[in-house]
C-alpha cells in the first residue's frame, strides 16, 4: 500500500486562510513554505504546511512582523527544535555508554532551551466581513 499524504490545493488554502493564491505562491518562492507537487504539478499542502502558514500569518497579521523577520524567526525556530533534538540525543547517548541515570541533570537543563510551542489560532475572516 502507497503512504498518500493528504494535500490540500491551493485554493482550498487560499479560500480557507483568506488570502490569494499569488500570497502563497510568493511564500513559496521566498522558502517560507515549501508544499509537494502532484503528478500534474499542482500544488499540494500538507497539515504541517498550514501548521506553518498559520505561524506565518500570526506573525504578519497579528504581530506586524514583515516577511524578513518571519523568515529569520521560522529559522531560529527550527534550530532550537534542533538543538532540543540533539540535547536529548546526547543525553540517550551518555546514558547508553555509561549507564548513569541522568534524569536528575535532564531536569537541571531542560530549561536551557526555551520550548517551542505551536502559534495561536489564526483569525479567519469572511472576504465579505468588513472587521
Known amino acids: 500500500m502507497a503512504n498518500k499524504t493528504i494535500g ?5 488554502v487560499a479560500a ?12 513559496e518562492r521566498q522558502g517560507l513554505l515549501q508544499p509537494s507537487r502532484s503528478h500534474g504539478n499542482t500544488r ?3 497539515k504541517e504546511d498550514l501548521g506553518r502558514l498559520e505561524v ?11 516577511l524578513a523577520g518571519v523568515e529569520v524567526i521560522l529559522n531560529m525556530r527550527q534550530r532550537m527544535e534542533q538543538m532540543q533534538h540533539d540535547v536529548q540525543d546526547l543525553f540517550e547517548y551518555l546514558q547508553a555508554q555509561f549507564g548513569v541515570d541522568l534524569a536528575r541533570f535532564q531536569d537541571r537543563f531542560r530549561h536551557a532551551l526555551v520550548p517551542t510551542r505551536p502559534a495561536p489560532p489564526v483569525r479567519v475572516r469572511k472576504r465579505d466581513d468588513p472587521s
Open 8 to 12: 490540500y490545493t491551493i485554493s482550498a
Open 16 to 27: 480557507v486562510y483568506d488570502i490569494h493564491p499569488q500570497t502563497l505562491r510568493a511564500y
Open 44 to 46: 499540494l499542502y500538507t
Open 56 to 66: 506565518i500569518l500570526n506573525l504578519t497579521r497579528e504581530l506586524g512582523v514583515n
